[in-house]
């Protein structure tokens, strides 16, 4: 069966976590400081700041200056905590629709939503696509938006040829085991003002600004040693680990240019998508059958496929007990609609040969049923 994810350790990586095992170092410490440094060199950030899960980068970002009914425009087309760390930091997720090639946040919506409470953005860079990066700058400068960046999936994507990781305000990362490189459960926060550093590193840490003296409240939200020498070690075959990535996707691309009814998730010129995921959106009536059908077909071919996401963040219940049921229309179709191909890494040139011949004759088949 072909994969989702292929989520297996390099010897190297083994072996950096295990000398740190050997030596004691289970909490954070040194190996968290060089990962911070080597990952900030890497995208080109100021301050890099090691933290425990991609839901906690999002979370520090926040903690900075965030206040009670602040309002934070995101993407309702993301995962929960795009939102429910605005949510958990006191403020009010603004959902707003999105683009129905790119599956990007809708500039256009989010504009109509803004109020005197509007205080920040929170792009989403989903599936390793990145966002415009300098139409969302220059929206947050007109509108004085700070904005927090969710690179959760997007580690390597680039934006006129600079990385996603060195646009400020705040950029937050995932090491999850499912993302283009993982320790485990982590997370990073990217960001260009020490002070926004200091505040965030603070807070990791339950404030303490000396042995037992603490100044601010927070919580642990830090990484372990262990998993920052595997991150280090990954960091070194990040740009291998995409190389295939990208790879993989040109030759889906080509492959279903011609294939009615299957469109491949839209990337600008400008950028260089980092394929997380290779997700399509089926049109049933174009392409002969339904998403569920084409992914319950694919798996008896032996292809495991994904759905990302099955709704939008304002159909989850928990928003929708908050503030009632409201529709934002390419959200909900993209979200019925959509499938995410195997694409990762261990996905061979065969693997990638074998699920597009799968798509083809699933397609023949439906549409001769027609
Ligand atoms: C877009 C997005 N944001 C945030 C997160 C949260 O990351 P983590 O699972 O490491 O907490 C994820 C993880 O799936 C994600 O996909």
Request: aromatic share 8%; glycine share 8%.
């Amino acid at each position: 069966m072909i994969q989702m994810a292929e989520i297996k350790l390099s010897d190297k990586e083994i072996a950096a976590a295990t000398e740190v095992l050997r030596s004691g170092g289970l909490r954070q410490g040194k190996e968290c400081e060089a990962f911070e440094h080597e990952f900030s060199q890497k995208v080109g950030s100021k301050f890099a700041l090691t933290n425990s899960s991609g839901t906690a980068a999002l979370q520090l970002a926040y903690s900075t200056f965030l206040e009670k009914g602040d309002e934070v425009l995101i993407p309702s087309f993301s995962f929960i905590a795009t939102a429910s760390m605005v949510s958990l930091s006191g403020g009010t997720p603004i959902f707003c629709d999105i683009n129905p090639q790119s599956f990007l946040m809708c500039l256009k919506d989010a504009e109509k939503k803004i109020t005197a409470k509007t205080k920040a953005i929170g792009p989403v860079h989903l599936f390793g696509n990145a966002c415009d990066v300098d139409e969302v700058i220059a929206f947050a400068k007109l509108h004085k938006l700070k904005i927090v960046w969710d690179a959760a999936q997007a580690h390597g994507a680039r934006y006129k040829g600079k990385d996603i990781g060195s646009f400020g305000d705040f950029v937050c990362y995932s090491f999850y085991p499912s993302k283009n490189m993982f320790v485990g459960e982590g997370g990073m926060t990217c960001c260009g003002l020490e002070h926004d550093f200091e505040k965030m590193r603070d807070f990791r840490s339950h404030g303490q600004t000396g042995k037992y003296y603490h100044t601010s409240i927070g919580l642990n939200a830090r990484m372990t040693d262990v998993e920052a020498a595997i991150g280090r070690e990954q960091l070194k075959r990040l740009d291998c680990m995409l190389e295939v990535r990208r790879r993989n996707a040109e030759i889906y691309n080509q492959a279903f240019e011609k294939l009615e009814g299957l469109t491949p998730q839209k990337k600008s010129s400008n950028v260089e998508h980092a394929y997380h995921l290779y997700c399509v959106a089926i049109d049933e009536n174009l392409f002969g059958c339904d998403r569920d059908t084409l992914a319950s077909m694919l798996h008896e071919s032996g292809v495991l496929t994904g759905i990302h996401y099955p709704r939008g963040l304002h159909q989850q219940p928990v928003y929708q007990e908050k503030y009632g049921i409201t529709s934002l229309p390419i959200t909900e179709w993209i979200s019925q609609n959509i499938l995410a191909l195997p694409i990762h890494h261990g996905i061979s040139q065969k693997d990638a040969s074998h699920i597009i011949d799968s798509v083809f004759r699933i397609h023949e088949r439906v549409k001769r049923k027609q």
